[in-house]
């Protein structure tokens, strides 16, 4: 399977979301990335009915986190929960939902920034530096294998794409955790896991502001 077949493109985040509504999300993503849990209406106070609609919906369908106070803390892969996934940006430190998350990211923003994973198999800590949006392409870098499950525009983003897209220190421990020949997805470079992660982010890279 190679990456012409992945699955994973601009519309993975986008689950129908209209231009309005990725603008809340945008500013969802603002106050995350500064480590803020806002409510909707306190996110998008222009029009606070849209906003507690779209957090709801996107929140029912595994793609965003809200509190039992109402306050979103987790969007687009941006979260405030401790995850295993972390993106170190000048004095920012923010964690994602999978390590795809954190090399998409700041590729799609353009950022200098340090992606930091560990390898599901061995435990590895993994670290990826990015300059510009761009990954270093030094060994280990290069050796890196992302694991992109296939992914559809609807349904449970979070349990069924970033609970699996894993960035493994090898090929051969890519290989120990997920059958290839059968599993659903497609292994990348971390290189190209950021030219998809470009995509993925597009809209909202130009709205949302990084500290
Ligand atoms: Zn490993
Ligand atoms: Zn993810």
Same mark, same amino acid.
């Given at each position: 399977?190679?990456?012409?077949?992945?699955?994973?493109?601009?519309?993975?985040?986008?689950?129908?979301? $209209?231009?309005?509504?990725?603008?809340?999300?945008?500013?969802?993503?603002?106050?995350?990335?500064?480590?803020?849990?806002?409510?909707?209406?306190?996110?998008?106070?222009?029009?606070?009915?849209?906003?507690?609609?779209?957090?709801? $919906?996107? +929140?029912?369908?595994?793609? +965003?986190?809200?509190?039992?106070?109402?306050?979103?803390?987790?969007?687009?892969?941006?979260?405030?929960?401790?995850?295993?996934?972390?993106?170190?940006?000048?004095?920012?430190?923010?964690?994602?939902?999978?390590?795809?998350?954190?090399?998409?990211?700041?590729?799609?923003?353009?950022?200098?920034?340090?992606?930091?994973?560990?390898?599901?198999?061995?435990?590895?800590?993994?670290?990826?530096?990015?300059?510009?949006?761009?990954?270093?392409? $030094?060994?280990? +870098?290069?050796?890196?294998?992302?694991?992109?499950?296939?992914?559809?525009?609807?349904?449970?983003?979070?349990?069924?794409?970033?609970?699996?897209?894993?960035?493994?220190?090898?090929?051969?421990?890519?290989?120990?955790?997920?059958?290839?020949?059968?599993?659903?997805?497609?292994?990348?470079?971390? +290189?190209?896991?950021?030219?998809?992660?470009?995509?993925?982010?597009?809209?909202?890279?130009?709205?949302?502001?990084?500290?």
């Amino acid at each position: 399977m190679g990456q012409q077949g992945c699955g994973v493109g601009r519309g993975l985040l986008q689950a129908g979301l $209209s231009v309005a509504e990725t603008a809340v999300v945008a500013a969802g993503i603002d106050a995350l990335w500064r480590g803020r849990s806002l409510s909707p209406r306190e996110i998008w106070p222009q029009d606070p009915v849209v906003a507690e609609e779209v957090f709801a $919906s996107l +929140a029912a369908a595994g793609r +965003a986190e809200v509190d039992d106070a109402g306050r979103v803390f987790g969007v687009h892969g941006f979260t405030l929960s401790h995850t295993r996934h972390t993106i170190f940006h000048g004095d920012v430190k923010v964690h994602t939902w999978c390590a795809f998350d954190s090399i998409g990211i700041p590729a799609a923003f353009g950022l200098d920034a340090t992606a930091a994973t560990d390898c599901p198999t061995c435990g590895r800590g993994l670290t990826v530096a990015i300059s510009g949006g761009v990954p270093e392409q $030094s060994v280990p +870098a290069g050796e890196l294998a992302q694991w992109l499950p296939e992914a559809a525009a609807t349904g449970d983003l979070m349990g069924k794409f970033c609970a699996n897209a894993d960035i493994y220190c090898s090929r051969a421990h890519l290989e120990q955790r997920i059958d290839t020949a059968t599993a659903a997805g497609s292994v990348l470079t971390v +290189a190209d896991a950021a030219r998809v992660g470009r995509e993925v982010w597009a809209d909202v890279a130009g709205l949302a502001e990084v500290p």
